[in-house]
């Protein structure tokens, strides 16, 4: 047994995989469940039509789930400890997830209904004002309790380092990334709630875009600290295992 890998990890290699393993299976299964939540069963071609238009619904949310798992993959690469605080976060993020789904199946079809002119499905999924602003409201909700919990896992990620492991600097440029989104999702949600949602239904949409603009100004404001550090200074933060920031 390698005594420095346990101490190392906090739990021992097989307890480490196990716990990737179930991550990586709940994701695939929370990617059937966007399936499932607008599978209806074949009887005609015309049916055969209408599922395939529900595919770019599917690649919205597929697309958004397949982001939390390469952050959860990008956080196992940075070799965090595996004890019972990292497990619980864990297992809170792949709840979150499986809750996640509804009302992301939801809002990426009547999102994509509405942008594409009515061409696509979605049409009648949300019959108010009121059910988007709420709709809105709880997937901005989720989508800001999911970061959080990122947040967490990176923070602990980077606890116990020392101070000149390039892993810790990545571990607090996903934190700072992650604290971003969880700020955007609860920023959607409370605009999605005000009177504003009728006269700009597209708003509570758009405020996503805060992220990638975000994200911008970090990699911006590190670059400038690396040019003013003197020579054999601190590196600017980076993720591992070639994934960047979350956009």
């Known amino acids: 047994m390698d005594e420095t890998t346990v101490a190392k990890t906090g739990f021992r290699p097989t307890e480490t995989q196990r716990l990737d393993a179930f991550v990586?299976?709940?994701?695939?299964?929370?990617?059937?469940?966007?399936i499932i939540a607008g599978g209806e069963p074949l009887r005609s071609f015309d049916d055969l039509l209408r599922a395939l238009a529900r595919i770019p619904a599917f690649l919205a949310g597929f697309a958004l789930i397949v982001l939390f798992w390469i952050a959860h993959r990008t956080w196992s690469a940075l070799g965090p400890r595996r004890d019972g605080r990292a497990t619980l976060l864990s297992l809170a993020v792949v709840f979150a997830v499986l809750v996640f789904v509804f009302p992301l199946r939801l809002l990426t079809e009547t999102a994509l209904h509405f942008m594409s002119g009515g061409r696509?499905?979605?049409?009648?999924?949300?019959?108010?004002?009121?059910?988007?602003?709420?709709?809105?409201?709880?997937?901005?909700?989720?989508?800001?309790?999911?970061?959080g919990l990122y947040v967490l896992l990176f923070r602990h990620a980077g606890e116990g380092l020392q101070p000149g492991d390039p892993r810790g600097a990545a571990?607090?440029?996903?934190?700072?990334?992650?604290?971003?989104?969880?700020?955007?999702?609860?920023?959607s949600g409370a605009v999605a709630l005000t009177p504003l949602?009728?006269?700009?239904?597209?708003?509570?949409?758009?405020?996503?875009?805060?992220?990638?603009?975000?994200?911008?100004l970090f990699a911006l404001?590190?670059?400038?600290?690396?040019?003013?550090?003197?020579?054999?200074?601190s590196e600017p933060a980076t993720a591992l295992d070639g994934a960047g920031p979350p956009v």
């Open 171 to 187: 571990a607090r440029s996903w934190a700072r990334t992650w604290t971003l989104a969880a700020a955007t999702g609860v920023v």
């Open 24 to 34: 990586d299976a709940a994701f695939a299964f929370a990617v059937s469940l966007l």
């Open 120 to 147: 696509l499905p979605g049409g009648g999924l949300i019959s108010s004002f009121g059910e988007l602003g709420w709709t809105y409201a709880i997937y901005g909700f989720g989508f800001s309790l999911l970061s």
């Open 221 to 233: 404001a590190d670059r400038r600290q690396a040019r003013r550090a003197p020579a054999g200074g």
């Open 197 to 216: 949602l009728p006269a700009a239904p597209w708003l509570p949409g758009v405020t996503y875009w805060i992220m990638p603009l975000g994200i911008w």
